[in-house]
């Protein structure tokens, strides 16, 4: 229940294309989903993140699509470029508030490349 | 400096040996992780303190002992490694406080060899 599946493992698309990731999960205390960027020889890094309470949310050329009723959620690089090559992760959590910090649960990650 | 640094950066050691891994961020933040990452598996969550306390040990086993003298640093301590614990550590901290009470902010890693 604890599990966060990812997919693809791996994306290859062209410069200009809309990059899709996709992320299920099981437990329906998550209330928070965060999407982590990394780059070879850098930590992840928050990109976006929505809570269930709204279905969709945008940043510039990335949105996240919620669907609460199919636990699913996914991350779309629109006009993707050379420089979004990088491992996406996402992310489930339900937040502590006794604890103050919050545990995420991570998807495996998807390797995306963008040709140009 | 800023951010979320970890030294070092790579580390080559023997099954017998010992040695540590340092974490310190800059943010202020109180809570700190350490994960580990593997190749096409998903970032696992080893240890948490908060405010110097440790309130997760996802069943790690005994030959990694963390270690948090303040809200600023924490270290894992390594010893008897084996093979397949090689693999990226990744220290993380956030905070209740900030803005953004759920981001958490991650230093670049070390990468861990065990020979």
């Known amino acids: 229940q604890q599990q966060v599946k990812q997919s693809p493992q791996s994306l290859i698309v062209q410069k200009g294309g809309i990059s899709i990731i996709n992320c299920a999960y099981e437990?329906?205390?998550?209330?928070?989903f965060p999407w982590y960027q990394q780059f070879p020889g850098k930590g992840p890094a928050l990109l976006i993140a929505?809570?269930?309470?709204?279905s969709e949310k945008k940043e510039g050329r990335f949105t996240i699509s919620f669907n609460k009723s199919a636990k699913q959620f996914s991350l779309h690089i629109m006009d993707s470029q050379p420089g979004d090559s990088a491992t996406y992760f996402c992310?489930?959590?339900?937040?502590?508030?006794?604890?103050?910090?919050?545990?995420?649960?991570f998807g495996a990650g998807t390797r995306l490349a963008v040709h140009p | 400096e800023t951010g979320v640094t970890q030294t070092p950066r790579h580390l080559v050691m023997g099954m017998t040996n010992k040695k540590s891994l340092k974490c310190e961020q800059h943010?202020?933040?109180?809570?700190m992780y350490w994960y580990k990452q593997s190749a096409k598996k998903p970032l696992e969550l080893m240890f948490v303190?908060?405010?110097?306390?440790?309130?997760e040990n996802n069943s790690v086993p005994s030959r990694f002992s963390p270690e948090c003298p303040n809200s600023s640093h924490l270290f894992l301590h390594l010893h008897t490694l084996q093979p397949e614990d090689s693999a990226l550590y990744l220290c993380?901290?956030?905070?209740?406080?900030?803005?953004?009470?759920?981001?958490?902010?991650f230093g670049p890693g070390t990468r861990l060899t065990v020979l």
């Open positions: 993380a901290s956030s905070s209740p406080l900030a803005g953004a009470k759920d981001t958490q902010y």
């Open positions: 437990n329906t205390a998550f209330d928070y």
């Open positions: 929505i809570r269930p309470d709204v």
């Open positions: 992310a489930a959590s339900r937040e502590t508030f006794s604890g103050g910090y919050n545990k995420l649960i």
């Open positions: 943010l202020g933040h109180n809570a």
């Open positions: 303190y908060n405010f110097k306390e440790q309130t």
